[in-house]
């Protein structure tokens, strides 16, 4: 699987996307993507359409320091 690529992170962009979202899994289940932190470096973030937080919005599964750690078991 070939990660999307991401910005250097940027701590006043804190919550903003720092990489396109790469959807994978049977039936598209998922989507991976960078965010922007207040730390050091940008985290890795899952979300699963196959399951809704209280908004509505598919629930973020996973939070790592790198793509394969948060796909980690999934593909």
């Keep these: ?3 999307p690529t991401h910005d250097k992170n940027n701590p ?5 996307l ?4 790469l959807i994978f899994g049977e039936f598209s ?3 991976l993507y960078a965010v922007h932190t207040r730390g ?3 985290q890795w973030f899952v979300a699963d359409a196959e399951s809704a937080d209280e908004s509505g919005l598919p629930r973020i599964i996973r939070q790592a320091e790198s ?3 948060a796909i ?4």
């Design 18 to 21: 720092a990489s396109d979202k």
């Design 1 to 3: 699987m070939k990660f």
């Design 67 to 69: 793509p394969e750690d």
């Design 12 to 16: 006043d962009l804190a919550g903003k």
């Design 40 to 42: 050091p470096s940008v």
């Design 72 to 75: 980690a078991g999934l593909v």
């Design 29 to 31: 289940r998922y989507a």
